[in-house]
């Protein structure tokens, strides 16, 4: 099966725990996504990679790492989390140029912080 | 920044009614494309139209580029379409970042 994976589905943490986020993408995209879905649905890119080599890196706290090993996996690590880092995260991947957008997404990483 | 902006943020329609979405967005955009998010779920890629008209199924997607707005119209609407819609855009075509819409949450009752 050809699409974008995330794990975990869930998490529940409490403030100031560490957190890692997988994503692996079996589509053989050159370029992955870390996109967060608050409460309200609204949706905003974190970070781009392209090849392993970072992209776009939004204004996002420090705490906030991306990780790439290879060009089909992108993890994400959240370092000391607060409260209103409670959202969906969501993982996606695509061709990059090419012009016909192939715009995959994961299923999402729900985190809720206590 | 670039700002999209959708509308309605909401409609609710009969089952077999058609739906019109509207997308406005501040900058010209090299890359528009709609997407559908249900309830819980991922987004899904609906339709990929940077200028003119595309057609899938009951989807119908008109973007006129130098106006800066795209349309989504949902015709003869069912209830598994409730859900909600987003449009993005991109100024450039170099595929690292997407700016989404606020969202139109469509609930179609039977």
């Known amino acids: 099966e050809t699409a974008v994976f995330q794990t975990p589905n869930y998490h529940v943490t409490q403030v100031g725990n560490e957190v890692s986020f997988n994503c692996k993408q079996t589509l053989g995209h050159d370029t992955m996504y870390w996109y967060k879905q608050d409460s309200k649905k609204l949706l905003k890119i974190m970070f781009s990679y392209n090849n392993k080599q970072l992209i776009v890196n939004e204004t996002v706290p420090r705490r906030f790492s991306p990780q790439s090993s290879d060009k089909a996996h992108l993890n994400l690590r959240i370092k000391s989390v607060e409260p209103e880092d409670s959202a969906v995260y969501l993982c996606a991947s695509s061709s990059g140029q090419n012009a016909n957008s192939d715009y995959t997404f994961g299923s999402g990483t729900r985190l809720l912080v206590i | 920044g670039q700002q999209v902006q959708q509308s309605p943020a909401s409609l609710v329609l009969q089952e077999g009614e058609n739906a019109e979405l509207q997308c406005n967005f501040s900058?010209?955009?090299?890359?528009l494309q709609w997407f559908y998010q249900r309830p819980g779920g991922s987004l899904v890629s609906l339709l990929y139209n940077p200028s003119g008209t595309k057609h899938t199924g009951r989807l119908t997607s008109t973007t006129v580029t130098k106006e800066r707005r795209s349309s989504l119209h949902i015709s003869s609407s069912q209830t598994t379409d409730s859900g909600t819609y987003f449009c993005a855009m991109e100024p450039g075509n170099m595929g690292y970042k997407l700016t989404f819409g606020t969202g139109t949450s469509l609930l179609v009752d039977p």
């Open positions: 900058s010209t955009a090299t890359r």
